[in-house]
């Protein structure tokens, strides 16, 4: 977008929570879409859902144009532990193929037949895929200081100034980045510089 970009990393490029990464790819959120829709209506928990599908879909091209990241399609199953669950399985699909997600429900026996374990029913997608995460924020990174872009690692920022016109950014080893715009993409960690918890690392 011709925005003058630099990236700041506390650890070596690529570490922490992206290497440890189980490195699968999956349009299915932590809460059902079903779930999702009573809590902010289904056009939105729809949006979330395609969204997520969408982005899989991005990274593939992603992939493929820097090349060498062990990307791949694959299949996401997920099955329900207890028959009890199966209608909870069943109204999730159906939510799922009314906004144009590629889902199947199986019953016990497709899941026995195909996967070979016990399972009363389960939702397979085939909208998923497998990366190498640290392969792949390398190559990315490597594209962006290609185009001009300045990565430093091993650089903590202790101090985070806002003002009307920017941001200073102060590190550990005494320099200051001033910025018109700053994104925080730190997991756990982003909680350092939030004042209300939001989220515990189990």
């Known amino acids: 977008a011709g925005i003058s970009t630099i990236v700041l990393d506390k650890r070596d490029i690529g570490w922490g929570s992206t290497a440890a990464s189980t490195a699968m790819l999956q349009h299915e959120i932590d809460t059902h879409l079903g779930d999702l829709a009573k809590r902010y209506g289904e056009a939105d ?13 991005a990274l593939d091209g992603l992939a493929r144009a820097l090349g060498d990241v062990d990307f791949a ?7 329900a ?6 209608r909870t399985l069943e109204e999730e699909h159906a939510a799922r ?22 399972a009363p029913a389960a939702l397979l997608s085939r909208q998923g895929a497998r990366v190498d995460p640290y392969r792949l924020t390398h190559r990315l990174l490597q594209r962006l ?28 080893s005494g ?17 350092h510089w939030l004042k209300k918890s939001v989220a515990r690392n189990r």
């Open 81 to 86: 532990s207890r028959r009890r669950d199966v």
């Open 45 to 57: 928990a729809a949006l979330a859902y395609r969204a997520c599908a969408q982005a899989i879909d």
């Open 73 to 79: 399609g694959c299949d996401s199953l997920y099955y």
């Open 145 to 172: 200081q290609k185009q001009g872009a300045s990565v430093f690692d091993r650089t903590r920022v202790v101090e985070i100034e806002t003002t009307s016109r920017g941001v200073a950014l102060r590190t550990e």
């Open 97 to 118: 193929r009314r906004h144009g997600l590629e889902v199947e429900l199986l019953d016990a026996g497709r899941v026995q037949e195909d996967y070979g374990f016990d």
């Open 175 to 191: 320099f200051t980045v001033r910025a018109a715009h700053l994104v925080i993409a730190a997991g756990y960690a982003s909680q």
